[in-house]
């Protein structure tokens, strides 16, 4: 097995490692860069625990090989709050009793922030097919969708008053 | 295991064809990481082709359509352009996994995994896409309906690669749809699915191509569905004739996604529902 | 109201407000641990060889070329696990379980380990062991396993409940009979008849986090182990057990925990990864891979039941018998058993009769998932009294409320029901906007009710209060579901201190006493119960230590608002104490001040619960979309009623998972075809409405709170109401769970042939 | 007192469902089972669950069982 030596950036810090070429980038957080805040559920894409931006994009980290990843911007959950402020996200998830178990939370929070991102106003519905492809096996989604609709309006009022 | 990411197509073709072991084209990655996963392949070596800037475009104009292969699906619903001149093809691309699996998996690599379910498949097809392909010895362009053999089956030589699909340009009043029937709104595979492609004057089908996907071992063109639409304006018995011509033109297999009798029965349903819609969008009313 | 309230005016300052719970921090960060996010010093990797095939005999193992394999440290087969179990049954299925015993009895069998370096060398291993097998027929069919004809799984299994006992072997493990009156003559009085008979599929607890552990065990017999567990003083006997090791001596660590609902109650390869821990004297990780939890853990039992209910024409039942039909998987289970006595339990019924039969089958073994067997009894149950209703052509719920059990009823499995919520959440189902709204076209309303038992259980809490007045409370139920913000909120209202002054900790085994599983919605309940005679136990000492410090007799000290006053005229001019200001001079008044419990906590309570959903069918396609769901369930009291709440729409969803899509499918190969999330559909984000919920509080008499379990019971009614629902949309009455497209669309076609 | 028996455990008192049995606690009174039906001790170690007057007690053998109190002996359940 051929070892790649890669350079990115990891919540906006340099790290460089090295990694056999078809380990999956999942693989590459969680055991050589110790962010274990993503999780791995399936492994194949089919459950987002694992999601992560790459250079922006959302992207399941167990369909990215650590390899790849040579150059690019990596985003997870571990990088959600800036100097000791929560996320609006996070805050709404918690105030709003959106997790119970929490394993599914971390990729809902990385996914949930890309949609508002994209969409600082998205309806119920679309709020419910943007987070499709995370499972959660514990709450039905209802305060999840709740979470994210409050997260919403507090960062659409902050906006407006930073203005 | 070795990894190449080749800046150009040539030292792409040069390294899938120097390889004397087993070799795999990366694009999205989202069935062949799969498939390494579960232990399915065993790659010698994998060739990234992200990094050559020419298959990351996607140039869109009514004059014609390019893919690039390492095109994000999610690109294609971000074009308005695209959106509104091949709305079918576009809904096919992004009814492909999650938003998560749109961040990554790529039309091309849709075509090449050459799945009987594949999304974009059926939608190509309809929308008479041609392959771009590229290897040692040159360029050649294809018909997509030539790409896949059966399952996990390509027409590709193992130093070829497709480097991007090629949409025709779009005259008069035209439009496409895709759907397909899934037992879960979203993270699912096509249990069946029509993409349907119409041309109109003044409300009357002018030319349409009807397939289906997901009922046979690749996606099916059926010329007489599109016979039973061309000359009518989607009347109900048109329509009739169009599903009996789905029915009869499907030769699926009982699985854990669905059986024989449903995926021929709901064929038909998909072809009506998707033409209606190919026919709404395309100016016609009923 | 004809219901107790004794329990409901307790003047409450902290229970039942909306508290942020105190791990939510360490979750939405990313900090918090799980089974797999630990790791130690010189950890291997460890990695499980599994039979491909649903039945054979394992004639050769081969491990020698995967032992030379430079990387690999240990590798195990059923060798390595001599049989500790001293004819113990259960233990010896347990163990066989976790790793096969010259058979492989289902596809997804363990027959060896392996314990290397890193995860390609352990790969690299288990394909060099090379195991021979010899097919044996298999069976994975409930029905098709009890017919004379069928493969025996087990030779030594003689059906148990039959008198007299039977000589020959069979896959019926157990017939099991409840019930009372003569339901003969009952069907005799009744005006009409409905009988019916279902089937449900197999389904998967489905929690997202696979099951992990990390495993230390020296040659000395002691060790650790760190792992996803509901129950780590379970997992440690049941380890210690097999394993022959002094319970003392392995020290069990429950993780933060990612799901569980029943299917982390039982060990799987946790003895494993002790042992390959054990042969290469170093630590193990082992971690399942998500087609390992599907094909070799969890599920649930699929079943065949058959339901006759007869009725007078006022409505009131005379007579119901219900056959269940459960497979167990390969190991005997008792799961038909808790069918046959759940089935009927929402009724009052003078001549009633339910018979369960646990079948073994070439499948996983069959663990607990949430109020285990209740939802295929009540789906059958509860589509035949539907039907019963429309065919006497009385309201659906009108003919539940006419026959519910109440205060007094004796139970279909025996006992005589204490104060019930059965009828309350009838009662507020039919007064429900829900069930005012219009039905369209393709549409259907379904309602339905549910039991569970619930169960308390052995608990063991410590409360210790620091000198600046803060308190740790520790206990030993795994917190699945936010127990820890419950539990805080319970120690708070007893010391009269704020919520944030309480943090909550889950001990390991080696710093409490045992405690039960967190299993049968027993956490808040049980380890309430213990938090709130800990904290009982706390304010004696504290109000010993006001004494003291006033000098005057403790009788004078009373405990109020969380400072202890002096009572008596004479002690007029003594200020109260606040707990702050006796835990700052607790190192001098005797030194630290603490509360502790021990109790087997009785008395869960029964609980029930009552659904309605509205659906809609696409009668092309057989694609039902949930429109609108409502739950009502009694709480005895909600302690937090936000993760109330999230009890109930969680477990709702499993049901409508189940109802309409979840199953295994098996092969005529006897292998499982959708081993993962893409074809094993749990319900997504866009496949649902908000799922309303309406709590009652019918308080428990046997807990100081009036505290009933609130975990399982939601996912009792949806299967049942959904098949009401969809049935009443498309006019044919669907018996077959999951009613996934392909069969609706069936039952219609067949219903209009 | 009389004790009603359940599922299985009829069978261990040789079929009957109901059966004549002593004692003022749980714990004494399931040793009269056993001394009578010495098969209930293989279900006893399994674990049984006695309901009294309705409410369920799994362990605790110290619970005062009252005169004339309903008594009924279950298998003990599990829970998920």
Redesign the interface.
Known sequence: MNGVTVSAKVNGDAVQYVCPADESLLDVLRNRLNLTGVKEGCGTGDCGACSITLDGRLVCACLVLGAEAEGREIGTVEGLSEGGQLHPLQEAFIEKAALQCGICTPGFLVAAKSLLERNPNPSEEEIRYALAGNLCRCTGYDKIVRAVQSAAKMMRRGKKSAR | ???E?PTTTKAAATLLGSESGVAHV?A???DL??R????AIE?DL?V?I?RIESLRTLKVAAAGVQIGAAV?A?RLGESDKLRSLWPGVVEAANLI?????Q??CTVVGNLCNASPAADSVPALIAAGAKALIVGPKGKRRVAVEKVVLGPGRTSLARDEFIEAVVLPARTGKSADAYLR?T???????A?VSAAVNLTLSRGVVQSAKVVLGAVAPTAVIVPAAAKALIGTKLDDAALDKMVAACRAACNPID?????I??RT??AG?MARRAALSAYERAGGSK | MPYETDFTNQGFTKVGTRVNRPDGVDKVTGRAKYGADANAAGQLVGRVLRSPHAHALITKIDTSKAEKLPGVKAVLTSKDFPDLTGGNRGLMDILENCMARGRALYDGHAVAAVAAIDADTADKALKLIKVTYKLLPHVTDVDEAMKPSAPIIHDWVRTAGVTPAPTAASNVAQRSEFGHGDVEAGFEQADVIIEKSFKTEQTHQGYIEPHACLATLGPDGSGELWVTTQGHFTFRNVCASLLGLDVAKLKVTSSEIGGGFGGKTHVWTEPVALQLSRKANRPVKLVMSRDEVFRATGPTSSTSVDVKIGAKRNGKITAATAELRYQSGAFPGMWAMFGAMTSFACYDLKNVKSVGFDVLVNRPKVAAYRAPSAPMAAFAVESVVDMLAAELGMDAVDFRIKNAAKKGTKASYGPVYGPIGIGPTLDAVKNHPHMKRKLGKNQGRGVACGFWFNFGGQTCTDLNIGVDGSVNLTVGTVDVGGSRASLALIAAEELGIDYDQVRVTIGDTNSLGHNDTTEGSRGTFSSGMATIFAARNAVEVLRQRAAATWDIPVEQVVWEAGEARAKGKQNNNLPPLSLKEIAAKSPRTGGPIAGHNEVVADGAGVSFASHMCDVEVDPETGATKILRYTVVQDAGKAIHPDYVEGQFQGGAVQGIGWALNEEYIYGDDGRLQNAGFLDYRIPVCSDLPFIDTQILEIPNPNHPYGVRGVGETSIVPPLAAIGNAVSNAVGVRMTHVPMSPPRILKAIEDGQA | MEVQLSGILSQAADGARLVECTGATIGELLQSLVLRYPEMQKHLDEGVAVAVNGEIYRDRQDQPIPTNADVFLLPRIQGG
Do not use: A, C, H, N
């Open positions: 295991m070795r990894f990411s990366l999205g990655g989202t990481l799969v390494m996963k579960m232990g790659p994998i990234d992200k994000p999610v996994g999650s938003d998560q699996i961040g990554r029937f037992p879960r709104t979203e993270m699912d595979i249990v699985d854990k996604r669905g059986t009798e449903y029965k709901v349903v």
